[in-house]
């Protein structure tokens, strides 16, 4: 059976495709054995910190997971939101799970740049193929117009019914003017619909600093390999660039939502915001 080619896939997108998979949240068919080894080099430091109660990756990960899909899965389940659009999927397993709850109610894309979706192409013809509702698609976040734009994906998509953008462990990877401009093309595609939704998770300055994050951050740093952009200080900068972008948004503490996110570790979940929002109508 044909398996991701490990060098294509950016060494995070193992990683976090091994924690959905150690949680059960997920198929082996995600799981590689690059993500297999980083999870297992992690757990000792992860279950160190969670024992004097610091923030873990791993705590962190999962809470933002877990509150992007008790979202998605609401505004589903209110009828707002029968297309999803996932921008940057990876190897989370998001999409399989939806349509395995939800089937032809739902048509839900996973998209990403080529070589990934490929990858995710031969793991869906693993767990039986991609259908007209659940199906891959390449796009470019930062193109403005072409057939991989989030544009050209949104315009193919039915205009009469509720959509969303997905975002997860993307945005910290872009620079502040890159990050506007995919909101910008976000809010523009999205706007055309009768209901529409945005869900991203963002880390931001304001809970990331202090002793207790110094640990977190160099484990943080060193995972993604420095390349990681902080660009907001608060919910209410995130908020106002949002604003500008074209959306109403509000930013979410995963800690709010305790009571229905199974085993919360709330130390991780304060280091990381959900953002929801809809892009003000055309
Ligand atoms: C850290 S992984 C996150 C994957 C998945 N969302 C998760 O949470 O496990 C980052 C993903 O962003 C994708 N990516 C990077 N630049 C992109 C771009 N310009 N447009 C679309 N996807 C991009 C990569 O291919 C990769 O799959």
């Not at 951050?217 to 990681?228: C, D, E």
């Amino acid at each position: 059976m044909s398996r991701p080619h490990p060098e294509t896939i950016s060494p995070t997108a193992h990683y976090t495709g091994y924690v959905w998979f150690a949680h059960g949240q997920s198929h082996e068919a995600f799981a590689t054995r690059t993500g297999r080894l980083m999870y297992q080099a992690l757990r000792g430091p992860n279950a160190a910190a969670h024992a004097i109660g610091w923030p873990t990756l791993e705590g962190m990960l999962l809470a933002r997971h877990r509150l992007i899909d008790l979202r998605l899965e609401q505004a589903i389940e209110a009828g707002e939101v029968s297309q999803v659009v996932e921008v940057a999927s990876g190897l989370s397993p998001r999409g399989w799970r939806f349509r395995t709850r939800y089937g032809k109610k739902l048509t839900y894309i996973e998209a990403d740049l080529p070589g990934m979706a490929l990858h995710k192409q031969r793991i869906l013809r693993e767990l039986g193929g991609e259908t007209a509702h659940h199906r891959t698609a390449e796009v470019n976040a930062l193109a403005d117009e072409g057939p991989h734009s989030i544009e050209a994906i949104c315009a193919a998509l039915d205009p009469t019914r509720g959509t969303a953008i997905i975002t997860e462990g993307l945005i910290n990877y872009f620079d502040r003017e890159m990050v506007s401009g995919m909101w910008r093309r976000f809010a523009r595609a999205l706007s055309h619909f009768p209901n529409n939704l945005y869900l991203s998770d963002i880390i931001m300055r304001d809970g990331n600093r202090g002793p207790f994050t110094v640990g977190f951050g160099w484990l943080l740093a060193a995972f993604v390999r420095g390349k990681v952009h902080v660009h907001f200080g608060s919910a209410d900068e995130i908020e106002a660039a949002l604003d500008a972008a074209g959306f109403e948004a509000t930013v979410l503490d995963p800690r709010a939502f305790a009571g229905e996110l199974v085993d919360l570790e709330t130390a991780g979940a304060s280091r990381v915001r959900i953002i929801e929002a809809a892009a003000k109508r055309a």
